[in-house]
């Protein structure tokens, strides 16, 4: 006797959440009962993936005894998509969700079948089973694309995440089926390889996540007006060139839900006054903005998103010789950000030219004067020196000690950045290592509060870091340079 069917569908759907997705499909074979509950329950889909291949008759895995090439390669595409099809219609026929990737090659195609014949055959076996697809992941040559237009356009009532890929380079245009028909209910949206229309009459889209290929900043405005719901946008890259009058570039509206904004920048040229006009209004409503300026832009300037709520500000520096990251926070807790990136150019390095680094700190100066809590590698401290004496509201110094090791004198070994009367009074120096390594002497401690141009902290807090010194607690408290130190 199956005592579950006198739970009520509450409870087994508890019970479908506590199992995996293989053995939510498992139960779906117990009893028409079961099979009813696991029909409903989201982890009841199948994931099916057209993988085709291609292998060269002059792979060792495709060549016979004595290098000749063997017969019994692999299939011929159609085939593959034939196989792919019928697994297709298998799940469909069981009431599966479907969650499905195609990811096809251009050097796949051949003169054996046309791009059209692939695209119809693909297109063909998704136009069936679009009404039961939730997940939809494309990737393709622009070659085969007009074909699967046409099941964009049908309804998909479940669809609600899409990924197309066209490859890293300008494939083809935004149309109507991209952000209506199918697309119209879905909350993901992925398009790589494809340029917005100029002057765009797109209707607007529903999708919530947007991420993006390669576009001008002169068409960011019309990413917003297509994505007017948008919470959380990435563009893989946003080209900043010379332009003409900014008259000629539309003005971009933030929509009301976004939230997060993800740019990857190659500029070379300033920003256009209408995209700082639309930050300077709207950027503080942001929680999360991520910028990333590549090695090869000229210009590094990230004044257009320092526009962040009122308050205290915690900042960290990850610094080496080729990238650096700047993040700032209201405290560790919060999940309101700015982190900025910046790639440094190995030509203009071999030049002695301003450094990428240095051009972004400049930029940020405006977020400085609010910066509280200051965290940095001690191999950066040097470089840092005159942002880090100039912080008005500095109360909190941060050092990772990691790799940090007895044989170095000191912080900075360039002397004249040393040539610093101590005069300021902080809160806290904490130094630490994750590790549980670094050892330092108290001349160490004492050498950074000088170039710091401190003269007196109310604590030293050593946490994974330790004085290879006994009595370097007393050095350091008796000349009054710390009130108290812990040690955790």
Known sequence: MDYTTRLPPELLAAVLDELKQPDVLRTAALSSRWRASAKDHPQFYAYLAL??????????????????????????????????????????????????????????????????????????????????????????????????????????????????NLGPMLAANMTEELVAGSAQNVNRLALVGFGMPPRTSLSSSNAVHVRLGHFPVTAFASICHVFPRVASLVVDQIIVDPAGPNDDIPRPVLGPAMRSLTLGVHSRSVWPTVFLDAFRRHGSRLDCADISFS????????????????????VSVSATQYRTEVTFT????????RKFCVLESVERMAANALSQTSRLLESLSTLWASVTHFDMEWGSIERLLPILRSLPTLEVVQVDMRGFELIYDKFAPNSATNSVHPTRSLRQLTLYDRSSQARLYSNHVFDLSKILGVERWDNLRLQGARLNSPNGWKHLTAPGLFKAIEEA
């Open 51 to 164: 993988k085709t291949s291609a292998r060269s008759p002059y792979d060792r895995s495709s060549q016979g005894s004595g290098g000749t090439p063997r017969q019994d390669g692999p299939p011929k595409l159609l085939d593959q998509i034939d196989a792919f099809a019928r697994r297709v219609r298998e799940a469909f026929l069981r009431d599966m969700r479907l969650r499905l990737k195609v990811q096809l090659e251009e050097r796949q195609l051949t003169a054996e079948q046309t791009p059209a014949e692939v695209g119809n055959s693909i297109s063909g076996t998704l136009m069936n089973v679009i009404s039961r697809v939730i997940q939809l992941d494309i990737s393709i040559p622009r070659t085969v694309w007009q074909a699967m237009l046409t099941v964009l356009g049908q309804t998909a009532p479940l669809l609600r995440t899409l990924k197309i």
């Open 295 to 314: 090695s090869s832009s000229t210009v590094i300037d990230a004044t257009p998103f320092t526009h962040i709520a009122p308050g205290a500000l915690h």
């Open 330 to 337: 209201h405290d560790e807790h919060s999940s309101i950000r």
